[in-house]
């Protein structure tokens, strides 16, 4: 099956530019993840969809990040303005649907949109 | 808050020798799991552990959950080069629906 799909990989835009980020989950999957990887840093989870509604978006800044996942298939991220903090790896992931009972669902990953906030 | 913390932060060995890297937290989780990250690519899911105790093996790698789920280890037997890679721990929350994850253990295995 083919993978999450995620463009562009690489980004440099300047600070208090806008910059979106595009990704396409493996077919049929339920949920979409977004996560924001600093360099030397794990994952942080920014939002988290199940189909087109929000599960989670406790860690997304929302003065400055969206996001929206129409009809429940691909998404898109956006930030509005960019600062140089914002300069990390942008990972979307999915997954077939949402957890059940106490073990954590398989996360697919894509490649990651690179992001350079000069 | 729930948080994994990982370690040793970093490693540098040679080809054929043995590593075990940590994953702890003083938070119980409902599951953990171990992913692989290498440059330029995102996390791969190599295993989930659910049962306090439990132990998996997969080829080289044997990886152990904590009796009282709070850590987690992994062992690496006969390191090769393309074990290479960033180790990252994952854990569910209480209600097993976000997944957080650790900074990462980054290894470099050298031939």
């Known amino acids: 099956e083919a993978g999450v799909a995620q463009s562009p990989r690489y980004k440099i835009i300047e600070k208090r530019q806008s910059v979106a980020f595009w990704c396409n989950p493996i077919?049929?999957?339920?949920?979409l993840y977004w996560y924001q990887q600093i360099l030397g840093q794990g994952p942080k989870l920014l939002i988290q969809?199940?189909?087109?509604?929000?599960?989670?978006d406790s860690q997304l800044p929302k003065d400055r990040f969206s996001a929206e996942r129409l009809k429940g298939v691909d998404s898109t991220l956006k930030i509005q303005p960019a600062k140089l903090e914002d300069s990390a790896v942008y990972l979307c992931?999915?997954?077939?649907?949402?957890?059940?009972?106490?073990?954590?669902?398989?996360?697919?990953f894509g490649s990651g949109t690179q992001l350079s906030v000069l | 808050t729930q948080l994994l913390e990982q370690s040793p932060q970093f490693l540098s060995i040679q080809e054929g020798e043995n590593l075990t890297v940590y994953c702890n937290s003083s938070?119980?989780?409902?599951?953990l799991q171990w992913y692989r990250q290498e440059p330029g690519e995102g996390p791969v899911l190599l295993v989930t552990?659910?049962?306090?105790?439990e132990v998996k093996k997969l080829k080289r790698l044997t990886f152990q959950f904590g009796d009282a789920r709070k850590d987690s280890s992994l062992h690496i037997t006969a390191a090769q080069p393309g074990d290479t890679g960033l180790y990252l721990c994952?854990?569910?929350?209480?209600?097993?629906?976000?997944?957080?994850f650790g900074a990462g253990t980054r290894l470099f295995v050298k031939a």
């Open positions: 992931a999915s997954s077939r649907g949402p957890a059940r009972g106490s073990t954590n669902e398989k996360l697919f």
């Open positions: 077919s049929g999957h339920a949920t």
């Open positions: 969809f199940q189909n087109n509604g929000v599960v989670d």
């Open positions: 938070s119980v989780f409902s599951s």
């Open positions: 552990v659910v049962t306090g105790g």
């Open positions: 994952a854990g569910g929350d209480t209600g097993g629906f976000k997944t957080i």
